[in-house]
């Protein structure tokens, strides 16, 4: 391969992580949240409160119904008003980040659903406020979870990025479309899912060892 | 110190409604431990977790320490919770924390400092025999070890009132006991009030001072344990003693046994000593001095209370006379019933 291909791999490589890494934190951001409320709302809980919670349900099925292309489309007013431009890498994080909040909310919010009950009650009986029961018990405990559902978003976002390209997000996945698909360069596509299939597995691994870390019940 | 007046709790259920719990009037006094046994179903924990307000009564008071939880607001509520120490049948305790974490976390939740919360934990480790285990983890400890760190968390703000909801349901007969022992020793070196709720008559019959019997939903009986023991008053109480004294039917009378006297039958007693009661040699007195006979058919001696208490089943051979003359003599002494007649 030449200087040049390499070149444009390592760009494409920096591409993808960029998306991958900030959609990805943006998403646990404001998708944990969510999972916690869509946690504390149901009938029966610290902060039940059914309305908002179907509500909030609703609005969740819906964003992760729409195919994440149609999304990438749909909302590129929405795009152009947040980081004023609607092509580019940067721009390819606002539908990547809205694609994935939904997806970490339904997974923290099973995360969370897996904490026996009887924790909160134990922490209630303590004279613990709703907020504490969330920050002191709710979310420790289902740190494992959590980062398993962190690893998996992450994995995804890795193979979202790749539709990016359809408004010049670039990374690795578009790369390879671009030389493999539409110039015939068989050797930079395959570069490209090398590269790719050895970044899902480090992030996989690294999200393993993480939970193995966090994980007291063994 | 726990007053509960007119108790009621109806759950709503898919469309049924479900009286969970029946105008329940209670008091335990302060210092005791009080037991409620009931079979499942009864209501037991519907009511330990209405003393703490973790289920709200449709109606009737909760007064712990002479303040009505019911009229409080959440803040009240949450603040009127520390002096309420609680443990549950599967300990409750977080995996994520180690055991000096747990037992932190009320205080930690109170907004205690760093050295408020070593000054408070150490000592509880002691009392609760943990010093070697601090820094370990839930998964790494045994069941009795896990009720343990509970009881220490639940002790950890200082509480006057330790509710315990079948504390002992999940541990062995062994375990049971340790626990049940250091129940004891809280109750009396810290003064602690204890409401213990549970379905083993052992448990009672081991440290409670009094105990109500639960029955769909309905407090039937209630008494100190020892006359409870002595003289229980309902069928289910009866019941409940007898499974604490293991009393079974004697394979070999069973086959005779009938419940009214007929001709030549001849009756069967359960007899029940306190105290002195059980070295008194009673019946080889009666024997003597009105030569009837007596086959023991079961005997057992149990602690209640830390008094001895003896229950034994006898069957008495005599003239019908110095039957009745002998049975007269021994119910001057002890408690005499007659339960049945063989023929
Ligand atoms: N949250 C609830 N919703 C509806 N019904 C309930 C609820 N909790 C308890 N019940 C009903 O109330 C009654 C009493 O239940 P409770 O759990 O207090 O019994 P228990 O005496 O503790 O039994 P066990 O010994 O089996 O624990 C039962 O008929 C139960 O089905
Ligand atoms: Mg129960």
New binding site residues.
Partial sequence: MSADSWLLLGKALWETIYMTAVSGGLSFLFGIPLGVLLYITKPGRIKENPALNSVLGAIVNATRSVPFIILLVAIIPLTRLLVGTSIGTTAAIVPLTLAAIPFVARIAEGAINEVPSGLVEAAQSMGATPLQIVSRVLLPEARPGLINGMTITLVTLVSYSAMAGAIGGGGLGDLGIRYGYQRFDGVIMLATVVILIVLVQLIQSAGDRLQNYYDRTR | MIELKNLTKV?K?GGKE?K?LDSINLSVPEGSIYGVI?S????????IRCVNLLERPSSGQVVVDGQDLTTLTEKGLRQARHNIGMIFQHFNLLSSRTVYQNIALPLELAGASKDEIETAVSPLLELTGLQDKRDSYPSQLSGGQKQRVAIARALASKPKVLLCD?ATSALDPQTTRSILALLKDINRELKITVLIIT?EMDVVKTICDRVAI?SYGQLIEENEVEAFFLNPQTDLAREFVRSAIHEKPVAEVESRYQPEPSEGSRPVVRITFVGQGVVDPLITRAAKQFGTDFVILQADIETVQGKSMGFLMVEILGEESEVEASMKFLKENVQLEVVGYVS
């Fill in positions: 759950f259920a479900v969970a009931g499942s179903g009864a209501g037991k924990s519907t009511l079948e379905h639960l």
